[in-house]
């Protein structure tokens, strides 16, 4: 029995310092979405466009805490309610539809302190988001 709870503690230890080395040693990443489209269009017709954007865009521009640019796209930080995350998931599900070049990246914190959506895409695609979306102020 001694024998036994040793061999556990032991295993526990080791399986311990694999997990720390993992981390340590850079292996521990996310797992990011691919794209199989590169084209830099909008699938909506102008009319549509601005119509999106007097609605819906402007309704998620108006509620964005904080936004970082990255290298390939933008960062934008929201509140993390109940009713913004259901803004959020209909804008994603809605968007794949017209701008299929996008990646979508959605963080949620448990607390309903904040989402993250990070919208990032081939070259070109930062001054999308930000000229034909319209989701990045310009103050």
């Known amino acids: 029995m001694k024998l036994a709870s040793k061999w556990r503690r032991f295993t ?11 981390i340590s040693s850079g292996q521990a990443t996310s797992m990011k979405a691919t794209n199989q489209s590169n084209e830099l269009s909008c699938k909506l017709s102008s009319k549509k466009l601005v119509k999106r954007k007097m609605t819906v865009l402007n309704n998620l521009k108006n509620q964005v805490l904080e936004t970082k640019e990255l290298n390939n796209g933008y960062a934008f930080r929201f509140p993390g309610s109940d009713d913004v995350l259901d803004q ?19 963080s949620i914190s448990g ?3 904040e989402a993250w959506l ?8 930062k ?13």
């Not at 230890?13 to 080395?21: D, E, M, Q, R």
């Open 111 to 113: 607390d309903k302190s």
């Open 12 to 22: 526990l230890l080791a399986l311990a310092i694999g997990i720390l080395y993992h």
């Open 88 to 106: 959020l998931n209909e804008f994603i599900k809605s968007e794949r539809t017209c701008c299929d070049f996008f990646i979508y990246g959605l």
């Open 127 to 139: 001054e999308f988001i930000s000229e034909e979306l319209g989701l990045v102020s310009s103050e």
């Open 118 to 125: 990070e919208l990032t895409g081939p070259e070109g695609a």
